[in-house]
Every structure is written in C-alpha cells, then in structure tokens.
C-alpha cells in the first residue's frame, strides 16, 4: 500500500485548520496540525513531514519566524498561508525561503495543486528534487533548461527561460511588475520591458498569443501562470 505524504498545517485559527484538513485529506494527503510555532517545532522534532503550510500572523512567533527557524535545517516545501492577497508579505515569504503563496480564500483545488506543485518540485516521492514541470504540451527541463512544446524543444534566451521557469515553479501566483523588473533586470526598466519579454515567451509556447492560456495578464498589476502540473 502506498504511503500518504503528510502535510502539516500551522494556523492558531481551528476552523482554517479543519478546512485545509478536509481539503488535503479529499486531495489524498495525511494530515497533521499545530496551533502555534512551538506546537509546530515540537512535532516537527517528533514526525517526518513532507510539506508545511504556515500561517503568516499567529500569537507569539510569528509564521516569518518559523520559516526561518526551519530553513536554518530543513528544505522541507513550506507555503504561507495569509489572510491577504498582499505582495509585500508574498515577495519576504518567498525571500525568506518559502516555495509558495496560498491566500486563505483559495479553492481546495487551487489548495492541493499548490501543495502537489511543490511536492513535485522537490520530488518527494523520490526523495530528491523533480526535475521536469509538466503541464500538458507545455514541459520545462530544468535539468538541461530546456522548454519543449509539443515534444520540439523551443529555444529560449537564458533570461526568458529563468523568466518562465519562475512563473511555472508558482502557478496561480500573481507576480507583479515591479517584483519581476527587481528580479530579473535589478530594477532598471519599467512595464514595457517585462511585457516585450512575456511577449516573446508567449509566441513560442502559447496556441494563440494574443488569448494564452499559460501566462495570463493580472491587469494593471503584472501576470499569473495558469496551469496544473501533471
């Protein structure tokens, strides 16, 4: 019989802990829980978890901190679970180690593709990192960082490859301007240069470039990968 992978979920809220239990459990995952940071450190020494999701703002400690204290030992998949869809949290989540974001209003769909998505990045039913993202016609090579679509490997540019790698290791995550701009090009440049660049990714992996259906515009904010890894 095959293992279930175990997700522990750290919220001082019961009722988000039951509902992300019941989310995880439909979605094939054992669950275990903790109310606060130092329930999560002690059955943390106790278990074997495969992944975390982690509240941002409890008693005591904070989510931030965990994350830390854990990232000095571990690289278990952690994903901050937030009562805001707020990019300053998300882009220090994700600076401190994190993998991904969840907001709390989430569907349980978008829930367990997130924590599957992460999983398989780290590939932990094998014990080591995936080194493919499949979504469909669409797959990532992380190993020889190569993109192939329909099974044609598509040349990329290193920074547009890194570029969709970022929003495909994310899906669901809205990434904005000035974060990709920051990240990709050290803040010099303005919209107009994240958009040439998405431009170009998209008429190479989309059907129809002008109506994609892999990096979708977030309007007036920045861009979101749709997808769900199989």
């Known amino acids: 019989m095959k293992q ?29 829980s903790a109310y606060d940071t130092s329930q999560a450190i002690t059955l ?3 278990k074997q978890v495969d992944c975390i999701i982690l509240d941002i703002m409890m008693p005591g400690q904070t989510g931030f901190d965990l994350c830390r204290q854990i990232r000095s030992t571990s690289d278990v998949p952690i994903l901050f679970l937030s009562a805001r869809d707020d990019d300053v949290n998300k882009i220090r989540g994700l600076g401190l180690g994190a993998d991904d974001y969840i907001v709390k209003t989430a569907s349980p769909a978008e ?14 039913q094998q014990g080591t990192r995936l ?35 970022l929003l495909a290791e994310h899906p669901r995550q809205v990434f904005t301007y000035e974060h990709l701009l920051e990240t990709f090009w050290s803040g010099v440049g303005d ?20 109506n994609p259906q892999y990096i979708v515009n977030v309007w007036g904010v920045g861009y979101r990968f749709e997808g769900i890894p199989t």
Do not use: C, W
């Open 4 to 32: 279930l992978l175990t997700v522990l979920v750290v919220d001082d809220d019961n009722s988000i802990v039951d509902l992300m239990r019941d989310f995880l459990e439909n979605g094939g995952f054992q669950v275990e």
């Open 44 to 46: 943390l020494q106790q």
């Open 111 to 124: 829930v367990v593709a997130r924590v599957r998505a992460v999983l398989r990045r780290y590939g932990a």
């Open 131 to 165: 080194m493919t993202l499949n979504y469909g016609p669409l797959v990532l090579d992380l190993t020889a960082m190569e993109v192939r679509v329909n099974g044609k490997e598509i040349s990329f540019t290193p920074r547009e490859y890194e570029l969709l790698r």
């Open 191 to 210: 919209k107009h240069t994240v958009r040439v660049h998405i431009s170009r990714i998209r008429e190479k992996i989309e059907v129809d470039p002008n």
